[in-house]
């Protein structure tokens, strides 16, 4: 165990980054084994597929416990960020006119 983890894993070590890789690995596998279905694939080969499939999310279950297993099946809702000064993109405000002529 890592120090940090006090008895269990720690999510904080997979990154949301990390999680999102590997979520697309997961979808990669899912539609490959669909496919080799569909297709008719030798029976070894769906099996492979379907067992790397399965394997993945254990991975993760296995290296972050079940919050990283939680993000990896259920990727969080993210807003759309708001523009801030900072970033120098102003969104119009809905209900007022644009000013074409620059204030003096």
Do not use: N
């Not at 080799?36 to 972050?64: E, F, K, N, S, Y």
């Amino acid at each position: 165990m890592y120090p940090a983890t006090r008895g269990g894993a720690d999510v904080r070590r997979a990154s949301a980054g990390e999680i999102g890789a590997i979520r697309g690995k997961l979808y990669a596998f899912a539609a490959a084994t669909v496919v080799a279905a569909l297709v008719g694939l030798p029976g070894w080969t769906r099996l492979a597929l379907a067992a790397t499939t399965i394997a993945i999310p254990l991975a993760v279950a296995v290296h972050a416990g079940l919050p990283g297993l939680r993000l990896l099946l259920r990727p969080p809702f993210r807003s759309i960020p708001r523009a801030s000064p900072a970033s120098g993109v102003r969104r119009p405000v809905p209900g007022r006119r644009r000013r074409s002529v620059a204030r003096r």
